[in-house]
Structures are given as C-alpha cells and as structure tokens.
C-alpha cells in the first residue's frame, strides 16, 4: 500500500514538485517520499488518538478539501519541506497546498474503487495499524453509523 501511496503522490507532483524549481531535481522524490510519510503519519496519528470514525467519515465524504485532515497533512508536509530542504515557509506551505488536496482526493476516489485492493478503507486502515488488528468489522460498523 505504501508503496503505492507513492506513485499516487508521484503521479500528482508535476506542478507543485516536478516543475517548480524552488525544489531541486535531486530531491524530487525524496520531496514525494515525505510528502507519501506526512499522508501515512497523520492518518495514523488519528487512528492512534482514536479518531478512527472521523478518518472513515473522511473517506466517505469525498468532496471535503478543507477537513482538518488535509490541514495537518498540508501542515506537516511544509514543515518538513522547510525543516529538511530549506524551502522558505511561504513556498513550503505553498507546494504543500497544491499537493496533498489533489492527492488525498485521488486517495479517497481509490479506496472507494473495487480495483485498487491496497486503498480499499479497510485494508487501509489495517495497514495503517500495522497489521494488529482485523478492522473491518469496525470499519464496516462505522461506515453504517
């Protein structure tokens, strides 16, 4: 799944990583690898602070670009983007916010779609948990509620 959390980053990078030369080309998919962390990072966060029923209400609702989700993920990833490349703060959150929105929307439209298995909801958050725990009771229960 996370490897496939990174093509999907890859393959929405063109304008806020790929072409903008604020980010060198040598770190342009080190950039998407953190960008890739920063989605796993704060989604596990959630589940791990027990906001498993907001994560699924999430992805449920696949029109919410400005859920407080996206914020973090766009936060942490202008974070590390000036913390770890020296992007100034402006242009960090800049890149972060043409990025990670239009990610985390092909992310909820592929965990909807019966043909990508790795980002159906429930493998997902499993994955996510490290394999602890079967969820999709859980999950399934939530998604009713």
Do not use: C, W
Request: no cysteine.
């Amino acid at each position: 799944m996370f490897e496939k959390l990174f093509l999907l980053v890859k393959d929405n990078a063109g304008t806020a990583v790929v072409n903008n030369p604020v980010i060198a080309a040598k770190h342009h998919d080190a950039v998407m690898i953190e960008a890739s962390s920063s989605i796993i990072e704060v989604l596990k966060g959630h589940m791990e602070n027990g906001k498993l029923k907001e994560l699924v209400k999430y992805f449920q609702s696949s029109g919410i670009y400005n859920h407080s989700l996206v914020s973090s993920i766009v936060n942490r990833f202008a974070n590390r983007l000036n913390t770890f490349y020296h992007i100034d703060p402006a242009h960090a959150l800049s890149i972060a916010k043409n990025l990670i929105p239009q990610v985390m929307h092909e992310l909820v439209k592929a965990s909807k779609s019966e043909q990508i298995k790795e980002f159906g909801l429930t493998n997902m958050l499993t994955k996510l948990n490290g394999n602890r725990a079967d969820l999709s009771l859980l999950v399934n229960k939530l998604m009713v509620a």
